[in-house]
């Protein structure tokens, strides 16, 4: 079994008045959820959904209820869309090795390809009469916008810009005459509007915010649109809110107002309600699973935060970080749940704990909000702590992790690994050169240290002997991989995946220690930390 700290909540889908009042929950799910769309008829919400471990197309009820999986195939699908009947669904799909362009029939399932070509084509929006789609693509290098015929014949071209400027986010306007879509061509992104047929191009937005998504009024008279911004207060930057704006640029208001929230992908239904994804109700938990993605189970979460689940070696409680209180602190709980219990209480920031092999004491790191200021442990049962190491001022440290043999004490200083003894008494460094190095995590006989680095094209995993010597690299480019975490038998190592800034892709793979491809453990939410319950 592991542990982890789940994502939950990440994002969900809502609806709100155009004017900002009324909003309403969708999402029936704690996993991951975006891109809600009404059907044409008003009857059903089209969005995608993790819930079953990777993102796929769902089909509900118009208030989120009684959800149905259109989609299933181990690559991802996105970006649905509405055929004017409301019996079909275009979508983007990267189960033939790039994002292709698919349209299902609700009805029987049936799946037929649109798009055959090298590039990455998204973004599908269906024009009005049902005849065409349109659509971005990367086919000519950067980004434009292109229509297709239904049956995938008859591919045009509509926007042409410099090489390194995108064009995107398509949506026909209801009488079918206008595409407003998002483009940098101006610098950051904005909103524009072109007639059907590429031309007479105008520019609706205009500030030093990027403006993306549009999505048309019923009336076609007004135009909703995420914008992002810079919000110390956010979870993940950047964040955003949903806009509505005249066609002729008048008329901006917003619509979102949560502060530290980001709210995007918009879209108005015809019952006059704007349906969109945010991540206001995100939260941080403590959880437990089999490999398998079995017998998930939630035992701590907050909005404030709470992470870092480590067993004890008896594999009956876990003691994790919490933000409950404002500041970092230590606390247990039973892996069979209950009520926590904190073993610290301070206004310092104690972080990073990890329990001594015979479950008596537990290491961690303390300092400020300017860094760290020392190696600590203290009793399981809680007490004073007793500093074993002292950083200079303001030091960079973090992920403590007591040796299997009780000996000594690995974490991470200035962004190195180090190892001290177990009382302070000897202070080493294992790694140099380039890259930041974090999260170490020891082999079952003490003799190795796994931990992940980004001194090559992304962050991987690497395994270095724990008396030093050179690092050998267990994954491959491609995704960020961190937060290793070797198995008490010796044989596999769990470690988190996403790719590159998207903490809400993150998933947990176990691979071999010998090598082979790793394996995805099935979570429908987003997950980091891994962490083996101890052998029983």
Known sequence: MLSYTAL???????????????????????AVEYEPVL??????????????????????????????????HPAFDWDPAWAPDSRRLAFASGRDGQSELYVVELETLALARLTRTAADEENPSWSPDGARIAFSSD?????????????????????S?????????????PDGTRIAFTSDRDGDEEIFVMNADGTGVSRVTRNEDDDWWPAWAPDGTRIAFASDAEDEGALFEPVGDIFVVNVDGSGLHPVTTRRGAADFSPSWGVDGRIRFTSDRAAMFAIETAQVDGSGRKTLAASAAGDGLGRWSPDGRRLAYMTYRGGDAEIAVISAAGGDARYLTRNRLEDIFPSWSPDGKRIAFLRGTEDGATGLYVMKASGGAARAILFFEEDSSACCAAWSPD??????????EIAVVTANG????????????????????????????????????????????????RLTRPGMDDEFPDWSPDGRLIAYSARA????????????????????????PVPAIFPDWQPLR
Request: hydrophobic letters at 30%; a negative charge; glycine letters at 10%.
């Open 39 to 72: 059907s044409p008829d008003g009857t059903r919400l089209a969005f995608v959904s993790q819930r079953d471990g990777n993102p796929e197309i769902y089909v509900a009820n118009a208030d989120g209820s009684g959800a149905a999986r259109v989609t299933s």
């Open 406 to 415: 009780g000996t000594r004490i690995a974490f991470v200083l200035e962004d």
């Open 500 to 523: 590159e800034d998207n903490g809400y892709d993150s998933a947990l793979y176990v691979m071999s220690v010998t090598g082979g491809a790793p394996r995805r453990v099935p979570l």
């Open 8 to 30: 939950l909540k990440a994002e969900q889908l809502y609806s709100v008045a155009p004017d900002g009042s009324g909003t309403r929950t969708l999402s029936t799910s704690d």
């Open 161 to 173: 810009t410099a090489s390194d400027d995108d064009d995107r986010y398509p949506s026909w306007s």
């Open 139 to 159: 086919r000519d290098g950067d980004e434009e916008i292109f229509v297709v015929n239904a049956d995938g014949t008859g591919v045009v071209q509509l926007t």
């Open 425 to 472: 008494g000897r202070l080493s460094t294992l790694t140099s050169g380039p890259g930041d190095k974090t999260s170490p995590s020891w082999s079952p006989d003490s003799r190795r240290i796994v931990f992940d680095s980004d001194q090559g094209l992304d962050w991987d995993v690497y395994v270095v002997p724990a008396r030093g010597g050179a690092a050998k």
